[in-house]
């Protein structure tokens, strides 16, 4: 019983270890912003979509900006 107990609070120690170096990852992480706004692969992307809708027969529902 000794070594199973042994093994029990061996684990538990790496477990808590492990959880901790997680959170304290999190905590001290400081990402980069992020400037989608700026960017010039946003402004790419939004003049080359379609401007007609694919779903001509639900285009009330699926397109509501494309009616008319």
Not at 11 to 37: D, H, R, Y
């Amino acid at each position: 019983m000794k070594f199973e107990t042994m093994v029990l609070r061996s684990l538990f120690v790496a477990c808590m270890l492990v959880c901790g170096l997680i959170l304290a990852g999190m905590v001290t992480a400081k990402p980069a912003p992020v400037q989608l706004a700026n960017s010039s692969r946003v402004s790419t992307l939004l003049a080359s979509a379609p401007s007609h809708c694919a779903l001509p027969m639900a285009r009330e529902i699926a397109c509501p900006g494309s009616l008319g």
